[in-house]
């Protein structure tokens, strides 16, 4: 059986971080560890605390993990402690850690920072040189190009542009499911056209080859999308502990993951939570 590890924060409801990954791996009949860098209280409302879990207590997490039962892969989500980012890297490091996925949750997708400028200088030096793929979003892919994203030819230029500068190692795909959206709701005039706005884009460009993939999967209406950049991720580092390539890896994680959100679960009073289970009972 292969093995996935998941570093990432716990969330209460259920819907997104260690939970979600736990249950992406499970369904993709893989073995799932886990290491947790944060306690949140949360719900589909919001954020209501949140807790770091002390540096050394991640680097036993780690140790006791890889000492034990190796990983095929490693899936990173939300890391706000410059500390605990300097421990993730520097154990992965010396275990020799392979297929490495990072989703750098930094800024939110209507924009907002998530985490200190501090984390975000530490993650960008010493996590991303160490992934196989990072998956921003379009407000990380700003940050991390320097540039702004406003069409799908600065989508794959960003990619390019945070590939190259990453290092010749890290492959970037960067997602456009809430700029689709985005779109639609400005009702863009191209909608005739592939890549329109019923359509959700994202772009992958692979380190070392520079081959470029375009995927588009239709756009789904649906409010209850927390917890998707985990769920994407945790697919991602499933295929590539399978052996699959990183192209095939990310185009079966998008299948399942636009399963996920179309099976129509509908929990909370909030932005609720998908459906990870689809594939084991349909989408009842």
Same mark, same amino acid.
């Given at each position: 059986?292969?093995?996935?590890?998941?570093?990432?924060?716990?969330? *209460? *409801?259920?819907?997104?971080?260690?939970?979600?990954?736990?249950?992406?791996?499970?369904?993709?009949?893989?073995?799932?560890?886990?290491?947790?860098?944060?306690?949140?209280?949360?719900?589909?409302?919001?954020?209501?605390?949140?807790?770091?879990?002390?540096?050394?207590?991640?680097?036993?997490?780690?140790?006791?993990?890889?000492?034990? %039962?190796?990983?095929?892969?490693?899936?990173?989500?939300?890391?706000?402690?410059?500390?605990?980012?300097?421990?993730?890297?520097?154990?992965?490091?010396?275990?020799?850690?392979?297929?490495?996925?990072?989703?750098?949750?930094?800024? $939110?997708?209507?924009?907002?920072?998530?985490?200190?400028?501090?984390?975000?200088?530490?993650?960008?030096?010493?996590?991303?040189?160490?992934?196989? /793929? %990072?998956?921003?979003?379009?407000?990380?892919?700003?940050?991390?190009?320097?540039?702004?994203?406003?069409?799908?030819?600065?989508?794959?230029?960003?990619?390019? $542009?945070?590939?190259?500068?990453?290092?010749?190692?890290?492959?970037?795909?960067?997602?456009?499911?809430?700029?689709?959206?985005?779109?639609?709701?400005?009702?863009?005039?191209?909608?005739?056209?592939?890549? *329109?706005?019923?359509?959700?884009?994202?772009?992958?460009?692979?380190?070392? $080859?520079?081959?470029? /993939?375009?995927?588009?999967?239709?756009?789904?209406?649906?409010?209850?999308?927390?917890?998707?950049?985990?769920?994407?991720?945790?697919?991602?580092?499933?295929?590539?502990?399978?052996?699959?390539?990183?192209?095939?890896?990310?185009?079966?994680?998008?299948?399942?993951?636009?399963?996920?959100?179309?099976?129509?679960?509908?929990?909370?009073?909030?932005?609720?939570?998908?459906?990870?289970?689809?594939?084991?009972?349909?989408? $009842?």
């Amino acid at each position: 059986m292969k093995k996935v590890l998941t570093i990432a924060g716990s969330d *209460s *409801s259920g819907g997104a971080g260690i939970q979600a990954d736990i249950k992406t791996i499970t369904v993709h009949g893989m073995f799932a560890m886990s290491v947790i860098t944060a306690v949140t209280a949360q719900n589909t409302l919001g954020v209501a605390a949140i807790e770091d879990i002390s540096p050394d207590c991640v680097k036993s997490q780690l140790d006791c993990v890889f000492t034990d %039962i190796f990983p095929d892969a490693v899936k990173i989500g939300m890391v706000s402690n410059p500390e605990i980012i300097g421990v993730i890297a520097e154990r992965l490091s010396f275990y020799g850690a392979r297929n490495i996925v990072l989703d750098p949750v930094m800024v $939110s997708t209507s924009g907002f920072s998530l985490i200190s400028q501090d984390a975000k200088s530490a993650l960008v030096s010493k996590l991303i040189p160490m992934a196989t /793929v %990072i998956t921003p979003n379009i407000p990380e892919a700003e940050v991390l190009c320097g540039f702004g994203i406003s069409d799908e030819s600065d989508m794959l230029k960003a990619a390019r $542009s945070i590939s190259s500068g990453c290092g010749k190692n890290v492959s970037v795909l960067i997602k456009g499911g809430h700029f689709a959206m985005s779109r639609n709701a400005h009702s863009s005039s191209d909608g005739g056209s592939e890549g *329109s706005s019923d359509s959700a884009v994202d772009f992958l460009v692979v380190a070392g $080859s520079g081959k470029e /993939v375009r995927y588009a999967a239709p756009r789904i209406d649906n409010r209850n999308t927390h917890g998707t950049g985990c769920t994407l991720s945790s697919a991602i580092a499933c295929g590539l502990a399978s052996g699959c390539p990183l192209e095939v890896a990310v185009q079966r994680a998008k299948d399942y993951l636009t399963g996920a959100i179309a099976a129509g679960l509908d929990l909370g009073a909030g932005s609720g939570p998908l459906n990870h289970m689809y594939v084991l009972h349909g989408d $009842s």
